[in-house]
């Protein structure tokens, strides 16, 4: 048995640039700075890791990632090798992600811009043949819905508040 797992934490290095293969698979190739544990003379010290990912996790990155985003990267080492110009044998380390998450919002990582309603964003990527990740969307709660107020009487959704004493539970009625 053999285990080949990598996980990493770091900020993109540069834009990702998407390619795709002669057979029409996507490809990306990436840098992600990662810091290391312990500071050098009390400065903080990065590794940075070449990464490589495919499909429709190259399409998604290179979308929606930019320069200094902070992505996780869940993937395993391969190593390889070529020859290059100067007839040279090159060996290659790079961590295949075979899944990559956003760990920056938008509003964290980038400027603001445009702001674009849901229904229209969805018909905008929906006709660029494309697909957004959108951020859920949350009712807005007023603290008057949370507190109660002062003077009325309050209601309660508890369905045993009217009960007075113990409630008697027959065993043979329990599902387990």
Do not use: H
Request: charge should be neutral; proline fraction near 5%; glycine fraction near 6%.
């Amino acid at each position: 048995m053999s285990i080949n797992r990598v996980v990493l934490a770091g900020r993109l290095t540069k834009d990702p640039e998407l390619k795709y293969s002669g057979s029409g698979v996507a490809m990306c190739r990436f840098t992600v700075a990662v810091n290391r544990q312990f500071k050098k003379d009390g400065q903080d010290e990065a590794d940075f890791i070449n990464c490589l990912c495919f499909n429709k996790t190259a399409e998604n990155l290179a979308n929606f990632q930019k320069k200094g985003s902070l992505i996780g990267v869940d993937g395993r080492i391969q190593t390889g090798k070529y020859t290059n110009a100067d007839n040279q044998t090159v060996y290659t380390t790079d961590v295949v992600a075979e899944s990559i998450q956003f760990l920056e919002s938008k509003r964290e990582g980038q400027a603001p811009q445009q702001q674009v309603q849901p229904q229209q964003q969805y018909q905008q990527t929906q006709q660029q043949g494309q697909f957004n990740r959108q951020e859920p969307q949350y009712q807005q709660m007023r603290t008057s819905d949370l507190a109660p107020t002062f003077g009325q009487p309050q209601q309660s959704n508890d369905p045993f508040a009217a009960s007075k004493g113990p409630i008697e539970v027959n065993m043979n009625d329990l599902p387990f």
